[in-house]
């Protein structure tokens, strides 16, 4: 079945260091590829996403390529900061039945130090 | 704005009691979700809704039921509970109108925090 491979955490960096999380999928077809995002206490929201191939999502100084030839979706930051310290869940929305369905990776724990 | 809201934030039940958790969305949303969050693995789908009167169930539906009785409300109820039921529930919202996509963009309660002894 379709599932997301998420690098284990946690993650500890200081401010202003490059953030990267590893993702892998696998599905059939072509998914739809998403990373959500949860800070302390609350639930989780979409961070970006992309729909097909070579698509980059971005948002808040976070890029995410589709890669369809390494089935990868990994999470970039050139300069972290102490607020952006959560949990990261890569997620995809299977192409074939259940679309209205995500299947989640297990999450990454992100800390930022100043 | 309101959004996704659930009640009870913290619960601590008794193994063989019963509750049930409320999830309300103010966003007219047809899909609703139903997801538990354990530490090390991630948010696994418990049930689903894609319109009022409709379920199905999702990855961990064992111990479970839920209704949809009104559009805005989906309730997730645990008859009999577990301590392998102890967990974070998170309740989700997402839309049909608009492309395809627009159904997988979740919006989250903030999570009923559930420990069962």
């Known amino acids: 079945g379709d599932s997301v491979t998420q690098m284990e955490g946690p993650v500890t960096l200081s401010e202003e260091a490059f953030l990267t999380i590893n993702c892998t999928y696998t599905?059939?077809?072509?998914?739809?590829l998403f990373w959500y995002v949860q800070y302390p206490g609350e639930g989780l929201q979409l961070l970006l996403k992309?729909?097909?191939?070579?698509d980059k999502g971005s948002n808040k100084g976070f890029e995410a390529t589709y890669r369809k030839e390494t089935t990868s979706f990994h999470l970039e930051k050139g300069s972290v900061q102490v607020s952006d310290s959560a949990v990261y869940f890569c997620?995809?929305?299977?192409?074939?039945?259940?679309?209205?369905?995500?299947?989640f990776g297990k999450g990454t724990k992100l800390t930022v130090n100043p | 704005n309101a959004g996704v809201t659930q009640t009870p934030k913290f619960r601590v039940l008794k193994t063989g009691q019963s509750m049930t958790l409320l999830c309300a969305q103010d966003?007219?949303?047809?899909?609703m979700y139903w997801y538990r969050q354990d530490p090390g693995m991630g948010l696994r789908l418990i049930h689903y809704?894609?319109?009022?009167?409709?379920?199905a169930k999702g990855e961990v539906p064992d111990g479970y039921n839920v209704s949809r009785l009104k559009k805005q409300n989906f309730l997730l109820g645990l008859e009999s509970a577990a301590p392998s039921q102890t967990s974070v529930y998170f309740c989700?919202?997402?839309?049909?109108?608009?492309?395809?996509?627009?159904?997988?963009?979740?919006?989250f309660g903030a999570g009923t925090r559930l420990s069962v002894l």
């Open positions: 809704s894609v319109g009022e009167g409709t379920t």
């Open positions: 989700a919202s997402s839309y049909t109108s608009g492309t395809p996509l627009a159904k997988n963009i979740q919006y």
């Open positions: 966003m007219n949303h047809e899909y």
């Open positions: 992309a729909t097909k191939a070579d």
């Open positions: 599905a059939t077809g072509y998914p739809s």
């Open positions: 997620a995809l929305s299977p192409t074939q039945g259940g679309s209205e369905k995500l299947v």
